[in-house]
């Protein structure tokens, strides 16, 4: 059995978003016992992952490497429509990916402690994001 | 419920090719009303990822950020028995991933409009390349 | 329909353990005909990843070119609470991912013939780590 929803959120710019409170909302409601809750966004220029919810400098660590990664306008890009940050949005996607899945029960996200759900924006401005969110049970 | 397919891509070296048509075609075929579709390559020097759709200069780039961070012939790799791409291939492998799976409902994939599912050859050579695709509902 | 089981490693420090065996027999004992094997670690600092299994030479490799990713100790990291290798510990654990999903039918893994599944210790120390597997079917 399968339910979906459809959420979005309004980014600023680089950075995260944590989105594990609304992905944990849509378990709570669920009938279904177990499963997995699936999360999709709908874009080539952003992102998502898990990582650690304490401390906010790993995020930011996070940003100084996907910037190392795929630097913005660098000389050996041919994509470069909508400026420095085009290109290097699209790798930084493929680095993060744009879904990710984790296992739920009894209502609740079978989380560790340390992990979060986090929404990557990899564009220089902020976008509205539509993500779809599916859980099999 | 789930539903299992298999499908056989001849590559023709480095470079993407798109599936995304092959895989939405099983998904109008379902009776499942909605779910996930999961797309899995049996090899660890190919990958997939969901990438622009629309400019070809997207996957270009990206296959020179493939060739920085994991370049043909590294001095350093101990793995080469095939050739200077064998361990290049297994390493863009590690970063791409070897399976994807995208929300379906109502029998269509549920992309972004500039979403795009490829399979992405990382040898330098064309190779057979193996796919399950699992449809869960 | 989804089952849940939970494992536990101990890991040794850097390096890859081979869970393709525990993941195998979760199958095999399953009453459920086809689906997916979906396995997520509960923590920030390791990862899972599926890559090639007859040469142990590209799981060297793979930590050499993880090592180059994202180095121990590096002057631009802010979060360095748990020594050098804390931060490029979280920075691989978003290139490896911290779960994947493998189809199954019969009983068994769809894996290809050259298809090993690993659990990366990202730290420097060994660690309990703590997996939950899901087979949705």
Redesign the interface.
């Known amino acids: ?4 929803h459809r959420l979005a959120f309004n980014t600023h710019g680089r950075g995260s978003t944590e989105i594990t409170a609304d992905i944990a909302a849509l378990v709570a409601q669920s009938a ?5 809750a ?1 999360v ?6 952003c992102g998502l ?4 919810n304490a ?1 906010a ?2 995020r ?3 940003e ?2 996907l910037q ?3 630097p913005d306008g660098d000389p ?4 470069d ?1 909508e400026g420095d940050d085009d ?1 290097a949005a ?2 930084r ?11 739920f ?1 009894d209502g609740r996200l ?6 979060g759900i986090y929404l990557f924006e990899h564009r220089s401005h902020g976008h509205r994001r ?1 993500i ?1 969110v ?1 859980l ?2």
Chains 1, 2, 3 share one sequence.
């Open positions: 059995m399968s339910e979906q279904l016992p177990c499963g997995l699936h999709f966004v709908r874009h080539t220029s992952a898990i990582t650690e401390d400098s790993v930011r660590d996070l100084t490497l190392r990664w795929a050996a890009y041919r994509h429509l290109m699209h790798a996607s493929l680095l993060t990916g744009c879904s990710l899945s984790v296992p029960a079978l989380l560790g402690t340390w992990q539509e779809v599916t099999n049970g």
